[in-house]
């Protein structure tokens, strides 16, 4: 695909109400987001080429560097709370069974062995038990959501 391709497959999006597009050739992946509220178009494009590496370094300043403020002012709000992160990856439950309560909510009181939920990875449902006390301050993954290695799910206050 040449530039001119793109473009006009860029303007073609634009202007047909699609949120988003994805296409993948053999050595090119290009993947267009719009937004309805304004005309601003982002466009992220990967080609499995050589040049990529130039183009990656030309698109992503422009993307980090909006989201590298936000989690600042996040960490100074909640540096008295201790973060309590997943161990595995697996899909996370704050139930042991979908008919039973949950294991903790927000405001709820945990103690040092308390379960706080379920993770399960391979058919195997693993109890999450804390390893402080304190209160649930905020519940960081929404139930039956996949979860990642040393993702933040809860944070609590220990005091």
Excluded at 30 to 36: M, Q, S, V
């Amino acid at each position: 695909m040449d530039l001119k391709e793109i473009q006009n497959l860029i303007k073609f999006v634009a202007n047909s109400g699609v949120a988003e597009v994805k296409l993948e050739m053999d050595d090119v992946k290009i993947t267009i987001r719009t937004t309805l509220e304004g005309s601003t178009t982002e466009t992220t494009y990967v080609q499995q080429l050589p040049a990529q590496n130039a183009l990656q370094q030309a698109v992503a300043p422009q993307q980090i560097a909006p989201a590298a403020a936000a989690p600042e002012v996040a960490v100074v709000e909640n540096a008295h709370f201790i973060t309590i992160k997943s161990p595995i990856i697996g899909t996370f439950y704050r139930k042991p069974s979908p008919d039973k309560p949950m294991f903790v909510e927000v405001g709820s009181t945990i103690a040092k062995g308390d379960v706080l939920c379920v993770i399960e990875a391979m058919k195997l449902f693993n109890e999450i038990e804390s390893e402080i006390s304190g209160k649930i301050v905020k519940v960081l993954v929404d139930d039956m959501s996949p979860v990642e290695f040393d993702q933040p799910l809860f944070l609590v206050d220990p005091s």
